[in-house]
């Protein structure tokens, strides 16, 4: 599925791609909302609905990935609650072999992510996979999320890279979209970012259930 000798740069978004989108799904649908909804009396039910109303007016923007926006937004202190459940935290199975993988191959290895910085730290802190990276770019760094044609031209000025030597392996298919329109050469779907859900169809892309499949040789 990918010619590694075609290839310079490995960009690898984290949360479905490299750790279980279970982890975030479970914090942002179910814990928030029951945290919230115990802090103001309200039923989960309310709450859930109150607080699925605000995720969708910042749905595609910076802000949606922002645990200090939400924090603020919501009143609570969500870096703490995510890190009361740090624990949760589950790499992919044969993420870390790839990433193994990876280092006997002439590329340099990237992580991409829309995660807060801080979600990012306690993440790469939990699993020991920022041993893998030669960078960690943050969107929040480069004020533009993935999704955005934005991050990648800022992403080139930091990180410069040759897109048609380049392979992206992402659980988005709006980023991957994006990446595709920058001339990324290669991009690669996971079909199946949350392990609780069954793996998902995909047309546009290239996709794998998980990344055994584009394991180097």
Same mark, same amino acid.
């Given at each position: ?6 290839? +310079?740069?490995?960009?690898? =978004? ?5 750790? =279980?989108?279970?982890? +975030? ?9 029951? %945290?919230?909804?115990?802090?103001? *009396? ?11 109303? %605000? ?6 923007? &910076?802000?949606?990935?922002?645990? +200090? ?5 919501? *009143? ?6 995510? %890190? ?8 992919? @199975? ?30 790469? !802190?939990?699993?020991? &996979? ?29 990180? @410069? ?8 392996? +992402? ?37 794998? !259930? ?5 394991? @180097?040789?």
């Amino acid at each position: 599925m990918i010619d590694w000798s075609s290839i +310079d740069t490995v960009f690898l =978004d984290m949360d479905g791609t490299l750790l =279980d989108l279970g982890f +975030d799904n479970y914090f942002w649908r179910e814990l928030v909302p029951r %945290r919230y909804a115990e802090a103001r *009396g309200l039923s989960f039910t309310d709450a859930q609905a109150r607080i699925t109303a %605000r995720y969708q007016t910042q749905e595609g923007a &910076l802000a949606w990935y922002c645990l +200090d926006y939400w924090s603020a937004e919501l *009143g609570m202190d969500l870096i703490a609650l995510k %890190r009361e459940i740090a624990s949760a935290i589950t790499v992919m @199975p044969y993420a870390e072999a790839f990433l193994r993988a990876l280092q006997a191959l002439p590329v340099r290895v990237v992580l991409v992510t829309n995660a807060h910085p801080a979600s990012l730290s306690l993440k790469m !802190d939990r699993t020991g &996979l920022d041993r893998f990276f030669a960078a960690q770019i943050c969107s929040h760094e480069l004020g533009m999320p993935k999704e955005s044609s934005v991050f990648w031209t800022r992403l080139r000025k930091v990180e @410069p890279f040759l897109p048609l030597r380049s392979v992206l392996i +992402d659980d988005s298919l709006a980023v991957l979209q994006s990446a595709r329109r920058h001339g990324i050469g290669q991009t690669i779907a996971i079909r199946r970012p949350d392990l609780n859900q069954p793996p998902r169809q995909i047309d546009d892309f290239a996709a794998v !259930d998980d990344l055994r499949a584009v394991m @180097p040789d």
